[in-house]
């Protein structure tokens, strides 16, 4: 029978306690019973000695003491300019408490009890602050964790649960012990180093998701510089809407100082789509190709049909190596961004500025380009600006008239990229690990994927409401395309049978019709399109080839059509990847020759997502499940048959990723540029200005030598300005990067383009 009685105790002087405790059966108890006595009286407790039976581990003795019990003891240093000096907070408190137990550990009890203090007790009010009353209990836990795994500051997550329970002094813990808490969490993600615990994230993924692939790179001291990585469901969002992807490494967001490198592409909901990711330590044309390398590696090979990426010369030159059959375009948002800067005559000319506009995006052909340029120089007389001349040989790469026969949704800049980037630069800081980047672009990653599914489901159970109901050409197309896509083809309908108006229309072979077409307001813009139309199979070519980069009929062809009364669109113009059904049997219909499946990685990437897409379809019918598992296991037995009276098949497949490279080291801590981490000094602290021209006059002729230029600095064409602040500037060649390559040489020369459809 549990027993209940309170005995009275005794302090060290023989006098009688006035507080009775029970007797108490484990150590946890003892400690509980205690903290009670001592959050009523005002004071906290902390743990003091412990003493075992002999020969075991079961603990005979326990005592506990006033927290401000001892005193501190001093240690001689030889700086005294600490930063943080800890509070003192002994005051030499004999309060105490011991129990004892017996041999068994289930009955603890007290025998000795000090109760006077020699400090004043904590009031009412300040009860909440004692040390050893502050908890985080399991629920708020939970709540810290993941409301920062999200983004949101430890401030603004102990602020919302001091709202939620009506105050500070109900939460139970301090501000202090939040941050501690989720430092503590943080640590332990890398428990066993930054890099290791990240690769042991990466091989759990793997276990998990057959289609996960990864790669690392290393440095000769074995640290971590570099690493790629994509899931299964990447590489399918890859092989539906990879044909324009968009790359780009503008932060940095650990204490690494590597830069976030993720592939980006856009899906039939217009939406970004993560199919690849990456950090980098450098921006050279080595890390550029490693990367380029490994991605097209771990996607059977297959590149895309146009990459945007920023002014960046070893991104250039590596995408001239390794995606050679890609088109490389350059971000209009960073050209249009230097240009008031370059050309001083953008700032006070207004013509100059518009017809350098009209070069970037509003040429329909590269006739037109040149007209628009010879006018913009002859006007602004830069002929000798050398900002422009750069920009002119690399014109094919930023310019739309030169770009009519290649996909490119019509994206003109990095910005999804670039808003990627912004959002994970909410979730990881300049001092995360690089386990809290990477689990930040995960969940950044998976939001995204909420988004399509969320659209996926709309489009499923609802409809488009048309602003011309009794159009059957609209009615037909919003049962095809995405929300979002017909919005597209619906705008580019109305600004053809409203804006647009056909002029001419004349006979131009037995089997075509030639119309001109030209905007409703005749008397502010002059400009004609032409449009090829076939009477009997309702085949269209528009000159401002609308639909060649952007996938959806331009407002020119919806014209003619709507003039010829045409209800029904040809297959031929609806592009699979804008449809609701994009990705709805991605391997169904897909064959592939024995030739494919020479590589290994191809025949296994094939595999793994035929079965991935298989299982999706048969996971809700029970028969079509039994049916596919029994064939499985019959193709098993088969299988191990063959490999049997097979020594080379025998040997299995390579892995795609690299082999173990064992204790992988953490990347060396770098400081990043820009704002020092330091207390800003005052007036009063900064040297005089004597002291500042003495420094100066002395290392003068030094000054030339000294000089540490970033890589960042260098323009797309690889110059360096050696005035920033001029118009023109004049510029030095760039220093050796890889043999010496010089703008020319970055000039991309194009093989013959493949049908858009094919990709």
């Known amino acids: 029978m549990e027993q209940t009685d309170k005995k009275p105790v005794f302090d060290s002087y023989g006098n009688r306690g006035t507080v009775a405790f029970p007797i108490v059966h484990s150590e946890e108890e003892a400690y509980g019973a205690y903290c009670d006595y001592a959050h009523r009286t005002g004071f906290s407790v902390r743990k003091q000695n412990i003493a075992y039976w002999t020969h075991t581990m079961i603990i005979k003795g326990r005592g506990y003491c006033c927290s401000k019990s001892g005193v501190k003891v001093s240690k001689p240093t030889i700086d005294d300019q600490k930063r ?131 790669d690392i790179q290393t440095d000769e001291m074995n640290r971590l510089i570099s690493f790629f990585w994509i899931d299964g469901r990447s590489k399918i969002d ?40 990456a950090f980098i330590a450098t921006e050279t044309i080595e890390s550029f190709c490693w990367v380029f390398e490994t991605f097209l590696r771990f996607v059977g090979g297959k590149q895309p049909i146009t990459i945007f990426t920023d002014q960046d010369q070893a991104m250039a030159v590596s995408i001239e190596r390794v995606f050679s059959n890609t ?25 100059i500025r518009s017809l350098f506009y009209n070069c970037m995006s509003k040429c329909d052909s590269e006739v037109e380009f040149e007209n628009s340029w010879s006018d913009m120089i002859r006007r602004g007389n830069l002929g000798e600006n050398r900002w422009l001349q750069d920009l002119f040989k690399v014109r094919m790469k930023w310019s739309t008239a030169f770009n009519k026969e290649r996909l490119d949704l019509g994206i003109l800049s990095t910005q999804r990229s670039e808003s990627a980037n912004n959002v994970l630069h909410g979730c990881s800081k300049a001092t995360s690990s690089l386990v809290e980047c990477y689990l930040g672009l995960d969940k950044l990653t998976s939001s995204w994927r909420r988004s399509e599914h969320e659209e996926d489901f709309r489009c499923k159970h609802g409809s488009v409401t048309l602003k011309y109901s009794d159009c059957l050409l609209l009615k037909k197309v919003s049962k095809i ?64 080839r609308g639909f060649q980069t952007r996938g959806i009929l331009c407002k020119h062809i919806l014209r003619v059509y709507n003039h010829k009364n045409v209800t029904q669109l040809p297959e031929k113009y609806i592009l699979r990847r804008f449809t609701i059904s994009a990705k709805k049997d991605v391997y169904r219909f897909k064959t592939a020759s024995q030739d494919d499946f020479d590589s290994n ?98 290392g003068e002729d030094q000054k030339v030598e000294n000089v540490k230029i970033s890589p960042k600095e260098y323009d797309f064409m690889g110059n360096l300005s050696l005035d920033r602040n001029s118009a023109g500037g004049d510029t030095i060649p760039c220093p050796n990067l890889n043999n010496e390559v010089s703008a020319d040489d970055i000039h991309l020369k194009f093989s013959a383009i493949p049908d858009v459809f094919k990709w």
């Open 84 to 214: 943080y000096r800890k509070l003192d907070t002994r005051t030499g408190c004999l309060a105490c408490i011991y129990f004892n137990a017996d041999k068994e550990g289930k009955n603890w009890e007290v025998t000795k009890f000090v109760e006077e203090h020699n400090h004043p007790l904590a009031s009412e009010n300040d009860k909440h602050l004692l040390r050893s009353q502050r908890s985080i209990s399991n629920a708020q836990a939970s709540l810290l964790k993941n409301m920062t795994g999200v983004g949101i500051r430890t401030t603004d997550a102990y602020n919302f649960l001091v709202d939620e329970v009506g105050g500070v002094e109900n939460v139970g813990f301090s501000k202090t012990d939040a941050y501690n808490f989720v430092q503590r969490e943080r640590k332990a993600l890398i428990d066993s180093g930054d890099a290791m615990s990240l690769l042991n994230i990466l091989r759990e993924r793997q276990s998990e998701d057959n289609m996960f692939s990864y």
């Open 481 to 544: 395309y995405t929300r979002k896509c017909y919005s597209l083809f619906e705008q580019s309908f109305m600004d053809g049978a409203v804006g647009v108006c056909i002029v001419e229309e004349s006979r131009l072979t037995d089997e075509r019709i030639l119309y001109v077409l030209q905007h409703s307001d005749i008397a502010n813009n002059v400009k004609q399109w032409f449009v090829s139309f076939h009477p009997t199979n309702y085949d269209v070519d528009c000159s401002c």
């Open 601 to 698: 990685l191809v025949f296994r990437s094939h595999m793994m997502r035929f079965t991935y897409d298989l299982t999706r379809r048969v996971e809700d019918c029970k028969i079509a499940r039994e049916y596919v598992l029994s064939a499985m296991n019959d193709i098993a037995k088969k299988s191990d048959e063959i490999l049997e009276h097979d020594e080379k098949v025998k040997n299995g497949l390579f892995p795609d990723n690299q082999t173990d490279k064992g204790n992988v080291r953490d990347p060396p801590a770098m400081r990043r540029k820009g704002r020092s981490n330091n207390r800003p000094k005052s007036h009063w602290e900064k040297p005089t200005q004597r002291k500042k021209n003495k420094k100066e006059s002395k």
């Open 238 to 277: 890859y092989d539906c809407f990879g044909a324009v992807i968009i790359f780009d490494t503008t932060y940095r967001l650990n204490k690494y100082n590597l830069a976030c490198a993720p592939f980006i592409a856009v899906n039939h909901h217009m939406q970004n789509v993560f199919v690849g990711g």
């Open 327 to 351: 088109r490389h375009r350059l971000c209009q948002w960073h050209i249009s961004k230097k240009a008031p800067s370059k050309v001083p005559a953008f700032n006070h000319d207004r013509c």
